[in-house]
């Protein structure tokens, strides 16, 4: 069904590549491509640190990342657009209106979800937004 999954945040270097990562090993073995990209993204950067260290914690890995910057070509090239609130889903249809159909929050089976930025927080903030991405992930699997 969906064969290329992007999700989309801001700066592509918290949220938007931990979920990367987790959806990745959510459907290890199953031929679905999961990348990420950032409405404002720090180009070039790698994961945050207090990011990578959860996913490390959960024996997940997201070391290898350099955020880079949504594009509509990015954006035509995904089957499934998954961001984290709802200010994002009107970005993109700005960007892309014909992208709007296939764009939805990580957390639309959580009762429309909106995941919060943790950048620039504490580890506790970060550990709250893991928790809501990896239920959402978990939530989204049965359907791809």
């Given amino acids: 069904m969906f064969k290329n999954i992007l999700f989309v945040c801001i700066g592509n270097i918290c ?9 990745r ?8 491509g999961v ?10 950067h790698g994961i945050d640190a207090t ?6 914690d959960h024996a997940l890995d997201g070391a290898e990342h350099r955020a880079r910057q949504v594009t509509p070509k990015i954006l035509s090239g995904a089957d499934l ?9 009107r970005r993109i249809s700005e960007i892309a209106p014909e992208s709007s159909g296939k764009t939805f929050l990580l957390g639309k089976w959580r009762e429309d979800l909106e995941i919060p ?24 699997k049965r359907y791809i």
Wanted: net charge positive; glycine share 4%; proline share 5%.
């Fill in 15 to 23: 949220r938007s590549p931990s979920a990367e990562v987790m959806m």
């Fill in 25 to 32: 090993h959510a459907l290890r073995g199953r031929e679905v």
């Fill in 35 to 44: 990348s990420s990209a950032g409405l404002a993204a720090l180009v070039g």
């Fill in 51 to 56: 990011a990578q260290e959860l996913l490390v």
């Fill in 81 to 89: 657009i998954l961001v984290m609130e709802k200010k994002h889903l």
């Fill in 117 to 140: 930025d943790p950048y620039r927080q504490q580890r506790p903030a970060f550990e709250h937004v893991y928790r809501l991405m990896a239920d959402s992930v978990s939530a989204w």
